[in-house]
């Protein structure tokens, strides 16, 4: 078993942190809907992440109660494999697409002075959440939660129901028989609900997307199970925005992410014990 990290308690372990907020001089600054901000540790002392859509990756030295970060790295490359363009609008925004953008710009600047140097770094409970706060010197504070933990491979994620906007659908007909099993080579393995499947899973960031999903058997089941596993395996195409429950809470979704929130569908999961 890894060495978890000591900072936070070993929140910072294995983990990837969405931005949640921004305290600049005592005031709250606003998040652009276009921005995502993240940080993770990697093994070998570094931290890298997006300051909202521009790439950074640093030096960092972690302790129980700070996080140092110091010499600029290149960024890390970008995922081999790419996913499927939106077909809905324009999806998560690209560093280019940062440009000429004032307000999104402004706030990466905001972000990358704070996210520099000697930082402390605190927990907290707020709203039924877990947050990762960062301090500089100045009293300047990013918020993380995390969206993904080091539990996450050791579960296996039952697949609930469809997930449009902030609507729920109805349950799937196949019940527990329609499951992902997610493996730290990327391979993810499961049922459909009649057949068995594989797939290969890229995380980038905030973002998970499969690619050359198959099925590796043939049964025939029930109409209704077999038309939702024809629309899951459809859905296995496209670039999904994953955003989890609080580590702990068992429940993840996996969401489109579009420039028209409006539209978005995902897939809904809980977790259950692997057999």
């Known amino acids: 078993m890894k060495k978890r990290p000591p900072g936070a308690g070993g929140l910072l372990s294995e983990g990837v942190w969405k931005l949640r907020g921004v305290t600049i001089r005592g005031r709250e600054e606003s998040l652009p809907s276009e921005a995502r901000a993240w940080i993770a540790l990697y093994d070998g002392g570094t931290a890298a992440g ?36 939106p077909v809905e609008g324009p999806g998560p925004c690209q560093p280019d697409s940062a ?15 704070v996210l520099k140097g000697e930082l402390s770094l605190s927990r907290e409970r707020r709203y039924g959440e877990t947050l990762l706060q960062l ?9 993380f939660v995390q969206v993904r933990g080091d539990e996450f491979f050791k579960r296996r994620w039952s697949l609930r129901a469809v997930t449009v906007y902030d609507g729920v659908g109805p349950d799937f007909a196949a019940g527990d028989q329609l499951y992902f099993d997610f493996h730290e080579n990327g391979e993810v393995t499961g ?4 057949n068995d499947f594989t797939a290969n899973v890229t995380f980038s960031g905030l973002h998970l997307f499969f ?53 978005e569908t995902g897939l809904m999961f809980s977790a259950i014990p692997r057999r």
């Open 50 to 85: 997006d300051y909202g859509c521009r790439p950074f990756r640093k030096k960092a030295v972690v302790t129980a109660a700070r996080l140092r970060l110091g010499e600029e790295l290149d960024p890390l490359p970008s995922p081999s494999a790419s996913p499927a363009a």
């Open 191 to 194: 049922n459909l609900g009649c």
């Open 99 to 113: 440009d000429g953008r004032k307000e999104l710009t402004d706030f990466e600047v905001k972000v990358a002075k």
């Open 135 to 143: 301090r500089n010197q100045a009293g300047d504070g990013l918020s």
């Open 211 to 263: 690619h050359d999903p198959v099925l590796t058997t043939d049964r025939r089941c029930d109409r209704q199970v077999m038309s939702e596993e024809a629309n899951v395996l459809k859905t296995l195409e496209k670039s999904l925005n994953y955003a989890y429950g609080e580590p702990g809470s068992k429940s993840m979704t996996l969401t489109d992410d579009l420039g028209f929130p409006g539209v």
